[in-house]
């Protein structure tokens, strides 16, 4: 029996991907290159130095660990002056009114992002106090598709892994949840979300009760 949900944050709550994509992009355009949307797709749920990383190779650019610690900060401070801006009107539709049904039932609702910066971002758009637990990449030292955040999100809830379904909008994200031994719901494309046990386009007017019927 489902008795906990775990959330990923960036494309399951809010949309901050533009807002990655436009602090990775100036950080590229500086070091004389570019990323375009399409690569950006492969950097979601994929930890901050590990993006790094990933798109340095896209470049051909070869730089030291204390650069590439620099270069990720300095990113974050531009990324954190985009994401500072956001509200309650960026959380992603039906999100809210999907949270609204869960509070009606005994079960539990835990965050478990990569990112650092997710009690911040929770905190701006007025949802932290929505959370029984929160796992963020200040928690963790493996990304996703290692299980460990949504393990470590389980096990602050009290529950089993079994009692546990992930939304989750990522590829490594999804297999994490799987990793775990959980039933995850792709929040995308069935297309690309293909190991997850149901997909939806979004929560809007999504039935909880219907949802939980198809999944258990
Ligand atoms: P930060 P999620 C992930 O969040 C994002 O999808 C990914 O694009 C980002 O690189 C990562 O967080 C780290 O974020 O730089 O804020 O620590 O999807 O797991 O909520
Ligand atoms: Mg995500």
Redesign the pocket.
């Given at each position: 029996m489902i008795k906990g949900f775990l959330f990923?944050?960036?494309?399951?709550i809010v949309e901050?991907?533009i807002f990655?994509y436009q602090a990775w992009r100036k950080m590229a355009n500086d070091l004389g290159f570019d990323i375009s949307e399409e690569f950006n797709e492969t950097?979601?749920?994929?930890?901050?130095m590990?993006?790094l990383n990933l798109i340095l190779a896209h470049g051909n650019v070869v730089l030291l660990e204390e650069e590439k610690i620099e270069l990720?900060t300095k990113?974050?401070e531009h990324?954190l002056t985009l994401v500072s801006k956001m509200t309650a009107d960026d959380i992603l539709p039906g999100v809210r009114e999907f949270f609204a049904q869960i509070k009606q039932t005994d079960i539990k609702i835990a965050l478990?992002?990569?990112?650092?910066?997710?009690k911040m971002i929770l905190e701006g758009v007025g949802l932290i106090n929505d959370f029984d637990a929160i796992i963020?990449?200040t928690k963790i030292s493996k990304?996703?598709p290692d299980p460990e955040?949504f393990l470590k999100g389980a096990a602050e809830l009290g529950l089993s892994p079994e009692e546990c379904l992930v939304f989750?909008?990522?590829v490594a994200?999804v297999e994490a949840g799987k990793n775990a031994g959980m039933k995850v719901v792709g929040i995308g494309h069935a297309e690309v979300l293909t190991k997850a046990d149901i997909v939806l386009k979004g929560f809007e007017n999504i039935d909880l009760r219907q949802l939980l019927s198809k999944i258990q």
């Open positions: 990923d944050l960036d494309g399951v901050t991907a990655h950097l979601k749920g994929v930890s901050r590990d993006s990720a990113k974050n990324y478990g992002s990569v990112s650092k910066n997710a963020d990449g990304g996703k955040v989750e909008d990522a994200g």
